[in-house]
């Protein structure tokens, strides 16, 4: 199983930028996605999830309004619009894979991990 995350990349605050993570190795239709990210220094915080069916979403209250996830199962892929970028969102993101079929926050509800993509906010 492999979760490949990319788009990030640097951009002044105000800008905006699409994180693609892409699923390879079994299909993830039946589980939530969801995305993490973690600053230097800092735990892996929670920043989105969806649905199995992309129906239901939850935000971080520090992006609300500005990212938006969603997914397309029949590519096995989710993807994180973030707009009106902040110094604040500078970190690495991680896309994951619940265990359940409902959106989670908690770390320990994450089956699988990708790799992180880095994404970098000037001021």
């Known amino acids: 199983v492999q979760l490949q995350a990319s788009g990030g990349g640097l951009v002044q605050a105000g800008g905006s930028l699409r994180l693609d993570c892409a699923a390879s190795g079994r299909t993830f239709s039946n589980n939530a996605v969801g995305w993490f990210r973690q600053a230097p220094g800092k735990e892996r915080d929670f920043v989105a999830a969806v649905t199995w069916r992309g129906d239901t979403t939850d935000y971080a209250d520090s992006v609300k309004g500005r990212f938006t996830i969603s997914r397309d199962n029949a590519k096995n892929r989710v993807y994180l619009q973030m707009n009106n970028l902040k110094p604040e969102d500078t970190a690495v993101y991680y896309c994951?894979?619940?265990?359940?079929?409902?959106?989670?926050?908690?770390?320990?509800?994450?089956?699988?991990w990708g790799k992180g993509t880095q994404v970098t906010v000037s001021s």
């Open positions: 994951a894979v619940g265990r359940g079929s409902y959106a989670f926050r908690a770390r320990q509800s994450v089956q699988y």
